[in-house]
């Protein structure tokens, strides 16, 4: 069974850090493009970055001004973000995500719809 498995997520005052893990299951990350997506309750799932399945591409939303990066381990078959200089807009649930196509050609690689696998999420509170 394909699983993906977030972890991490917990309070953190502004300005900190956070690394949050994915863990997959079932299947190999390195034959699948992978992403981290956020949500709060009000808005839509929203795109944060990714890397293709040869680890050879990785996307940004714009908006994040370099504060998080994604990466991954193969030998664990593990995915990270690690976010630097939180604000209390990164308030919210984040989610790692799989998807059967190895690549990240064209747009799509920022919406949704496009990912196959998701994990349950991990609640990240950036509070003082």
């Known amino acids: 069974q394909l699983q993906l498995v977030e972890s991490g997520g917990g309070l953190v005052q502004p300005g900190g850090s956070l690394r949050l893990s994915c863990a997959a299951s079932g299947f190999t990350l390195d034959h699948h493009a992978t992403a981290w997506f956020r949500q709060v309750p009000w808005k839509e799932r929203e795109f944060l970055a990714a890397m293709s399945g040869s680890g050879g591409t990785t996307k940004y939303a714009d908006f994040l001004k370099g504060r998080f990066t994604i990466s991954r381990d193969n030998a664990k078959n593990m995915v990270y973000l690690q976010m630097n200089n939180l604000g209390h807009e990164d308030t919210a649930v984040y989610y790692c995500?799989?998807?059967?196509?190895?690549?990240?050609?064209?747009?799509?690689?920022?919406?949704?719809?496009?990912?196959?696998?998701w994990g349950q999420g991990t609640e990240v509170t950036v509070s003082s």
């Open positions: 995500a799989a998807r059967d196509s190895t690549t990240l050609y064209g747009l799509g690689y920022a919406e949704p719809n496009n990912y196959d696998y």
